[in-house]
Each structure stands twice: as C-alpha cells, then as structure tokens.
C-alpha cells in the first residue's frame, strides 16, 4: 500500500499522510488519530447500517412489486402515493424539522406545529377520499 511512516502503540495507529489506499472499494479514508477498538466499533456501526438500508430496500421493493402486480387500476395507486407523499413533503417534513432545529417555544414554532398537524389531518382524509370515494382517477 502506498501509505506514508506508519506509527503503531498499543492503542493506536496513525498514518502520517493520513491516507490509507488499503480499503476495500480503494478509497482513500482519511484517518485521524482515533483508538483502535473505536476503529472496531465505527465499522460495526457501518456494516448495522448498511444491513439496514439493504433490509429495508428490499422490503420497499418486495412491497411495491406485490403492489403492482396484485392491483388493476394504477389510478388509486397514484392517488394513494399522492395523498402520502406529497402531504408528508409539503406539510409533516417542513413542520416536524423547524421544530427539532427551533427547540425554543416561539410563534414560528406555533405555526410549525400547526402545520404538522394539519399534515397529519389531512394524510388520513386524502386517503379516505382516495379509496373510498374513488378520487384516484
């Protein structure tokens, strides 16, 4: 590996250009002085993650593809996507993030939680409208 002096004690290892080619994908991972089993546990983190991404991506593929296969009319489907998707990014998303970033009560806070709740009124009543009333197409 083209790395540069390489400095090894006990508990940790540092690389003085701070790059290390070694990796599996070959990407250069800048690596600051960190303890060894901190390097471990970071890495398990990693792989937890990416098991759940993959769980999940598949899952939402599995679901979709059942979805699709079992349903006749793409109209409702499109009206439920809709009804969800757009009402989460339009209204529970703006609402549910200002109030995490603003954790002091203020007016703009107020209205953030209004419009959170609206968000969630309204997911439910698009939904009902889509599938029971036939609003998809």
């Known amino acids: 590996a083209l790395m540069g002096p390489t400095t090894t004690t006990a508990a940790t290892t540092t690389t003085e250009m701070g790059i290390d080619r070694s990796t599996e994908r070959g990407k250069m991972i800048y690596r600051q002085e960190l303890p060894i089993e901190q390097q471990e546990q970071e890495q398990r983190q990693t792989e937890?993650?990416?098991?759940l991404f993959n769980i999940v991506t598949c899952t939402?593929?599995?679901c979709s593809f059942v979805i699709a296969m079992s349903v006749s009319d793409l109209g409702v489907m499109l009206g439920i996507v809709g009804a969800t998707g757009s009402t989460i990014v339009s209204y529970i998303l703006p609402g549910a993030v200002y109030i995490k970033l603003h954790p002091?009560?203020?007016?703009?806070?107020s209205l953030?939680?209004?419009q959170l709740i609206l968000g969630i009124v309204i997911v439910p009543t698009a939904l009902?409208?889509?599938i029971f009333k036939g609003g998809g197409g």
């Not at 937890?48 to 098991?51: C, W």
């Not at 002091?104 to 806070?109: A, D, F, I, V």
């Open 112 to 114: 953030a939680y209004l």
């Open 128 to 130: 009902y409208f889509v």
């Open 104 to 109: 002091y009560p203020h007016m703009l806070r």
């Open 60 to 62: 939402f593929l599995t």
């Open 48 to 51: 937890t993650i990416f098991s």
